[in-house]
């Protein structure tokens, strides 16, 4: 398996690109499947979940060619609807997405349950309630989800709960229905926002993405587009988070402000300087930082995505804090980890209080998932002494070139392999 090693305490400098956003792609690539003309997608990052995603639908049969590093054109018109396999569902939560899509375009679909990161409970109920809302039966069956519809009509949905990913599959399992289809208490987060874009811009008829209230009317037929992604909120915030824990002066790149508002209001709170550009944002950290209390909660709120990454920077901030994660059963896996490093933190349920200490120290630690990686490199980078953090596969699964960009801003790190892959390292290789 491949690890990170990270001499802490360097100053950092220079500028950072953000790269396409993962929660955004891993939606805009399946939705194609909708598509009755070949689509160009632009700015799409290099991270595992996207290469999965176009192997599940090349094996499916779709035309995928990437006309450059960051562009691909997708032609799903031989795409045959045969199921999406455990093996590689399991590997990301995105999988899920197969099923509105395919429900959309073949009126049936056979989706392993998805995985992703270990948050805790993760149902599919409110996914399951918008498929039969939209006249959809489905059975679950040896770990697979099956859904068959005669035909879809548009309905009124209510999610019981504020969801992304069904919200994202309500919209795609609705936008070729026959009729209107209302999606209430539905989730507001950049990346919906894209996708309905994106979507509209093959002549979808989608209005309101981005507020609580979205109309879908359903179309006969969608044209190709050529459509780029947005760019990594997340991304964006863990390199805010960065140049936080790190003391440091740096450039962030190709980002949307507004989408960063939340986590910058956060870090200008504890002493943070951020100075606000089109395009860009420049993050100037240091030299302390007063504790504060963060409550994750749907767009525009803090995103839960950011609750690891900032955890870490509080772990060095004067006094006490507390971390409030609402979205998630268990997002502080990644505690133990820092504790490791000399955090001072308890953890209650939902609810972590953290004691600022002055600094960390150097372990070895693992990434126990995706945004826990990110917050071990963010700790490791503002550390006195060298942190080993294994396991990074599950953050190479959301950041491109994460080492690279760290090492083009002076940080002091290297990927360096190691003998034993654990059984999830493993999976991943051999599905990639
Ligand atoms: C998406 O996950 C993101 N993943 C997550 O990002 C992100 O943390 C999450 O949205 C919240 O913003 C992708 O976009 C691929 P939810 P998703 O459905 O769609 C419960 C990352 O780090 N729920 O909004 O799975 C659920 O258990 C990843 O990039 C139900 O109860 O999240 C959770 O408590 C991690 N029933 C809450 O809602 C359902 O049917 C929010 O989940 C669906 C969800």
Redesign the pocket.
């Given at each position: 398996m491949e690890k990170y090693v990270i001499k802490g305490g360097k100053t950092l400098s220079g500028e950072v690109v953000i790269s396409g956003a993962?929660?955004?792609v891993?939606?805009i690539l399946p939705c194609t499947i909708l598509s009755d003309e070949p689509c160009i997608i632009e700015n799409i990052p290099n991270i595992s979940?996207v290469t999965i995603t176009l192997q599940i639908m090349s094996e499916m049969g779709a035309k995928i060619r990437m006309l450059n590093k960051t562009t691909v054109e997708i032609d799903t018109r031989p795409l045959q609807n045969i199921p999406v396999p455990y093996e590689k569902a399991k590997l990301?939560?995105?999988s899920?997405?197969f099923l509105g899509t395919l429900l959309g375009r073949f009126h049936s679909a056979h989706v392993s349950m998805?995985g992703?990161?270990n948050?805790?409970?993760?149902?599919?109920?409110?996914?399951?309630?918008c498929f039969s809302a939209l006249g959809a039966e489905y059975e679950i069956n040896g770990g697979m989800v099956n859904l068959h519809a005669d035909k879809l009509i548009g309905s009124q949905i209510f999610?019981?709960?504020?969801?992304?990913?069904?919200?994202?599959n309500g919209i795609m399992a609705a936008v070729k229905a026959d009729g209107l289809t209302i999606i209430e208490n539905a989730?507001k987060?950049p990346?919906v926002v894209d996708l309905a874009n994106c979507l509209n811009s093959m002549g979808a008829d989608i209005l309101g993405a981005g507020t609580d209230v979205i109309k879908i009317r359903g179309v006969k037929y969608l044209h190709g587009t050529t459509y780029s992604v947005i760019p990594d909120q997340?991304e964006a915030g863990t390199f805010m988070a960065v140049a936080a824990a790190a003391r440091s002066n740096i450039l962030i790149r190709n980002v949307i402000p507004k989408h960063l508002e939340p986590i910058t209001q956060k870090l200008v709170k504890i002493g943070v300087q951020v100075e606000q550009f089109d395009d860009a944002v420049r993050v100037i950290g240091g030299p302390e930082y007063v504790g504060t209390s963060v409550k994750t909660n749907?767009?525009p709120g803090f995103?839960?995505?950011m609750q690891p990454q900032m955890a870490a920077v509080l772990t060095c901030a004067k006094g006490a804090s507390m971390v409030t994660e609402s979205?998630?059963?268990n997002r502080f896996r990644y505690v133990d980890e820092l504790r490791r490093m000399g955090a001072n933190i308890s953890v209650e349920g939902r609810v972590a209080v953290i004691e600022g200490v002055e600094r960390l120290k150097g372990a070895p630690v693992k990434a126990t998932?995706?945004?826990a990686g990110a917050a071990l490199i963010v700790a490791a980078l503002g550390a006195e002494g060298v942190t080993e953090i294994y396991d990074i596969f599950h953050v190479e699964r959301?950041y491109e070139n994460m080492e690279v960009k760290l090492r083009n801003l002076g940080a002091d790190i290297q990927k360096v392999d190691e003998p034993d892959p654990t059984a999830e390292e493993k999976a991943l290789k051999k599905a990639l």
């Open positions: 993962k929660n955004a891993a939606a979940d990301m939560r995105a899920s997405y998805p992703g990161c948050l805790g409970d993760r149902p599919i109920d409110q996914h399951l309630k999610f019981d709960k504020n969801t992304v990913g069904a919200t994202i989730a987060e990346h997340i749907p767009h995103p839960t995505d979205i998630f059963d998932d995706l945004r959301g």
